[in-house]
């Protein structure tokens, strides 16, 4: 296994670990951590990036404000990969149910 796919193995679990905390600032990193993943590592698998929409489908409608830049920060990162990683179905699925 490379070091590149160990370290995203590890920010993958981090980051969904941190995102299930109540602490505002724990879980704003976890959310933080995603966006990373997304926007940066260019051979994160599909699946990783569909199991991070789902998580922040899941915490879209939290009220505090750091952890709701979070969230849309790691929803806008993997809309930038949407085209690369992501079908155009799910995506826009994902997408039409947090509106």
Not at 3 to 8: G, P
């Given at each position: 296994m490379s070091?590149?796919?160990?370290?995203?193995t590890a920010r993958a679990y981090q980051s969904s670990t941190a995102t299930k905390r109540d602490e505002e600032f724990v879980k704003r990193a976890g959310f933080v951590l995603m966006a990373q993943v997304a926007g940066k590592d260019k051979?994160?698998?599909a699946e990783l990036l569909h199991h991070y929409l789902a998580r922040a489908e899941r915490e879209a409608h939290d009220e505090r404000n750091f952890v709701k830049k979070a969230v849309n920060w790691a929803i806008r990162e993997i809309g930038w990969r949407r085209r690369r990683s992501l079908s155009a179905s799910s995506f826009s699925d994902s997408f039409s149910s947090l509106m």
């Open positions: 070091s590149s796919t160990q370290l995203t051979r994160a698998p």
